[in-house]
């Protein structure tokens, strides 16, 4: 049973475009994040997201937004993708707020 | 936020205990102090966590000396699966948006 799973595991696509990954748990835990790892391996937290609260990074372009339909899922949409936005991005949850647990991750490629 | 500092890289053969420490010269009252491990390809994965003295769990041991300006990451007997980064951490709680990951300490452990 996967505790975190992201979907999709690739996406390739254009300057330009809008595009949403979509992240599920299945431990019932309380809070939920985004993360970005660049090329260089430096992870950075881009938002978290507890109870309908959202606590944005605020180094995070607005064109990045996260949603959440229930408790298990947080989204994240991505507006008017740049070359910039190349990375992998990992979605996690947590209970615990120093023991999270991190999907598989998404590695976006901007053409 | 505290800053971590930790060596980029270290070697290490198997069956050998390693032990990976991390500076933490700024680290608060409230601040805990946590290590993950990732994996290429995978998203990090939570090893242990302290606040002072000694922690141990079944995969491996933190020390925190007094001052808790610096703790170190023992892994006990090492094998090849080992071969991973280490990031060290130190934030205090609030969901996790403090969490910062620096740029960790690459383990490489060779037969």
């Known amino acids: 049973d996967t505790a975190v799973s992201q979907t999709p595991k690739y996406l390739v696509t254009q300057m330009g475009n809008d595009k949403s990954i979509k992240c599920e748990q299945n431990l019932g835990h309380d809070t939920m994040y985004w993360y970005k790892q660049d090329s260089k391996k430096f992870l950075k937290i881009m938002f978290s997201y507890n109870n309908k609260e959202l606590i944005i990074n605020e180094t995070v372009p607005n064109r990045f937004s996260p949603k959440s339909p229930d408790k298990a899922h947080l989204n994240l949409h991505i507006n008017s993708l740049e070359l910039g936005d190349s990375a992998v991005y990992f979605c996690?949850?947590?209970?615990?707020?120093?023991?999270?647990?991190f999907g598989p991750g998404t590695r976006l490629t901007v053409l | 936020l505290a800053k971590t500092t930790q060596p980029i890289s270290m070697d290490s053969y198997e069956g050998q205990e390693v032990n990976i420490t991390c500076s933490h010269n700024n680290i608060a009252t409230n601040d805990y102090i946590t290590w993950y491990q990732q994996f290429p390809s995978q998203g990090p994965r939570f090893i242990i966590q302290?606040?002072?003295t000694k922690v141990t769990n079944e995969v491996a041991s933190l020390f925190i000396p007094a001052d808790r300006k610096s703790s170190t990451l023992s892994l006990p007997r090492v094998s090849l699966s080992d071969t991973a980064v280490y990031y060290c951490?130190?934030?205090?709680?609030?969901?996790?948006?403090?969490?910062?990951f620096g740029p960790g300490t690459r383990l490489s452990v060779l037969p």
């Open positions: 951490l130190v934030a205090e709680g609030n969901y996790g948006q403090n969490f910062v």
């Open positions: 302290g606040y002072k």
């Open positions: 996690a949850s947590s209970q615990d707020p120093y023991e999270q647990f």
